[in-house]
């Protein structure tokens, strides 16, 4: 079975400054996939990036960058520049394999609030 | 609008009555997902459609859930004779045919309270 570890349960950030969210994860397959998405208070759950564990750069996507460390097991989350619309929670997602496709297993989440 | 749509948004039911949620997904999205959200807790598995089978069913998923995608196009979750415990965030998700990278979309929720 796969396993989601995120070990922050919340964090504090100051306006237009960076955080990272952790996340490992563990798994005995070759190929998977990591993806992080981010949950406001509405309850919609947004896609923020993708890293495949084949993929030797690690993820951008504008100011949300993976910081993937293969050995480590590890898939973290770096937002830069946070602006306050950024506070919400922020989970980490594992593809897992089903009988003929896949799913997403998640972390238990990081709720992050961004200070003015 | 044309992301994933789930009605109601918010439902209160008393214990033992029967609920139905709804979830129609992107149009040209032939995977659809249903996950629980209990509160502090990431979303778990629920059961899986492509098109409209139903081709996989979490543990989770007591002889009193069902669900159903009759066209392969909107999808209904019901729950009969409600607990307590069934209290929580149930996602719709779905995504396109293709690469597994593929991206799930969710629709907004549906939170159930149980009282």
């Known amino acids: 079975a796969q396993k989601i570890t995120q070990t922050q349960p919340g964090m504090f950030v100051q306006e237009k400054e960076a955080v990272t969210l952790d996340c490992t994860y563990d798994t005995s397959d070759q190929s998977y996939g990591l993806f992080w998405y981010k949950q406001p208070s509405s309850g919609e759950m947004i896609f923020l990036i993708y890293q495949g564990s084949y993929d030797e750069q690690n993820a951008t996507e504008g100011r949300y960058s993976l910081n993937f460390q293969k050995a480590r097991k590890s898939a973290n989350l770096v937002i830069s520049a946070s602006q306050l619309g950024d506070s919400a929670m922020y989970f980490c997602a594992m593809r897992e394999l089903l009988s003929n496709d896949y799913k997403l297993s998640f972390g238990a989440g990081t709720t992050v609030t961004v200070r003015a | 609008d044309t992301g994933v749509s789930q009605n109601p948004r918010h439902k209160i039911t008393k214990r033992g009555q029967n609920v139905t949620f709804r979830c129609d997904p992107i149009?040209?999205?032939?995977?659809l997902y249903w996950y629980r959200q209990t509160l502090g807790q990431g979303p778990e598995f629920l059961t899986y459609?492509?098109?409209?089978?139903?081709?996989?069913k979490s543990r989770l998923l007591s002889d009193r859930f069902s669900a159903e995608r009759p066209k392969g196009s909107f999808s209904t979750l019901e729950i009969q004779r409600t607990e307590q415990g069934d209290s929580a965030m149930y996602l719709c998700?779905?995504?396109?045919?293709?690469?597994?990278?593929?991206?799930?979309?969710f629709g907004q929720g549906t939170r159930l309270t149980v009282v």
């Open positions: 149009s040209e999205h032939n995977r």
């Open positions: 459609f492509q098109n409209e089978a139903q081709l996989e």
């Open positions: 998700a779905s995504s396109a045919p293709g690469q597994a990278n593929t991206e799930a979309f």
